[in-house]
């Protein structure tokens, strides 16, 4: 940003008051699109007041089509070739309506930092260069009015007269002519454009390299009438060229030709690496069109920042060769290909990585399938052993006190097995909810009022060990619900265990439902306890635990809200967790509970 000292002095030595009220907007902006200096015309156009828009940035007075296309496109080109000349753009004023501008940009550096200088014209050309033309009418009628007040003035001299109607006849031949010429430039820019735009629009909204390419060559060629129009695609190191896609007026082909870079023409490729475009006269082979000739040649890069990607290449006879508006709308083109020819590149190497990720996840689970099924057998075999272990010891009397290391160490060994047991049940199931086979036992005419406080009941004296209140809220006469039983039961369990396991002692846990406009709702709440913002999105991941969020230290696998998500989604509830001023509440919704 350029340092408040410096913009005063811009201001100061180069005319302020001259460029403050110039007849078309100036704007100033750093890379950084920080707004230094505005005009008081650009001011009154967008119906700002003074200093109102400095210090801003450029994307406040943008629309937010404008704004895409400041970020990916003008700014962008702006960078790229320090200029950018007729580019449409919406600007918002303060009232809130678009104002269409045309802006011109140049890039600067003052005092060791880069701007951008704008100027925004109302787009009023259309009808600027209408007035000409009707001005030039106007000239050419008030000549023929003045040639009729000569001839009435001097009839006597013929020779005069002759004489001033044959530089009148020329001055309206010349003055024809010149409205021609204008009235062909206009039309053909404002095709350009049109053309332009078309093209823009398509390859914006694609992802697909091969249909970015295909649209660019075949709307330039038949936009532009020229025999052949091909765009080639560069290797990574820059050695060989493949044409991709082609339009040509006659029958032949050279899709999918691959070349080296330097010959058959060392001296264009050069050219075209240092993104540069090169016309030309040069004698076309057979196997472009069906004899040799002498044609006019326009190559193009299609590059950006990052390097050069391909190039467009256009032919036509010799005797009608490119201007300057033709080269500039094929290095417009060939820029914004370069843009979606990027883009498309990012895409496709984001969808490689998901399927990548994809396919890493499937092993995952496979694999902890499989771990899952292959420790079930010995861990229920050492649960049985242990079992038959404490029959058999019993006799002996080693539990008979409860402080013995023998009987400590039968606990943990017990409570450690039934852990690890419960930890594969829990992988198993999430596996066979993964799969998405197995089907609902659907039961009719649930009573939540009964139901509820069943799930509930073996949490009653845990809270109870904890220093904890349970509470149950279940209102009379709640409509019967239809569900899955043991699915809605495990949902319930689970959430009562976790709000269990993470309430302080003295605070209170809350079972409850409600009827709502649309459905059904079951809440579990607890208080004392806040989930962090940005972990309520990541609770229901697989494994995921909340850092330092377990008073009484129990531990877990991360497991159990996955499940929740998991059982909440096969019978079509939708689950969600609100957490604020001390409360944490899971919210179970049912759409249709009858």
Known sequence: MLPEAHCQQFMMGHGDELLNTAPCGFLSFTDDG????????????????????????????????????????FFPLLKLHGKAEEIYISVRSKQGTDVPMLVNAVRRERAGNFVNDC????????????????????????AIHAQNLANAALEQVQVELAAKQLELLELNAQLEEQVEQRTAQLQQALSFESLLQRITDKVRDSLDEGQILQTAVQELGVGLGIEYCDAAIYNADQTLVSIAYTYNQTPTSTLGQVQKINPPRPVIYPSLLQGEASQFCAITPDWLIHSSSQLASLACPIYDDQGILGDLWLFRQKEGSFNNLEIRLVQQVANHCAIAMRQSRLYQAAQLQVQELERLNQLKDDFLSTVSHELRTPMSSIKMA?????????????????????????????????????????????????????????????????????????????????????????????????????????????????AWKYTPPGETITLSAQATPTGLEILVSNSGVEIPADECDRIFDKFYRIPNNDPWKHGGTGLGLALVKKFADQLGIKISVESSYGQTTFILKFESYG
């Open 386 to 498: 242990t079992q038959m272990l404490k029959i058999s010891l019993e006799p002996l009397g080693v539990f008979a006190s409860d402080s013995s290391s023998i009987n400590r160490y039968f606990k943990i060994l017990q409570e450690e097995g039934q852990r690890e047991i419960s930890l594969i049940n829990d992988l198993l199931d999430m596996t066979r909810l993964d799969s998405g086979t197995e089907p609902l036992n659907l039961t009719d005419d649930v009573i939540l009022e009964f139901y509820i406080p069943h799930v509930a009941e073996p949490f009653i004296e845990r809270t109870r060990n904890h220093q904890q209140q349970l509470e149950i809220k279940i209102p009379e006469n709640l409509p019967p619900l239809t569900t899955d039983l043991s699915y809605l039961e495990r949902i319930l369990t689970e959430l009562l265990h976790n």
């Open 34 to 73: 920080t707004i230094m200096i505005v005009n008081a015309t650009l001011l009154e156009l967008l119906g700002y007041e003074f200093d109102a828009l400095r210090g801003r940035r450029m994307e406040s007075i943008l629309p937010l089509a404008s704004r895409i296309f400041y970020q990916t496109h």
């Open 119 to 142: 100027i925004f014209v109302p787009m009023r050309q259309r009808i600027q260069y209408e007035a000409e033309i009707l001005q030039a009418k106007k000239t050419a009628e008030a």
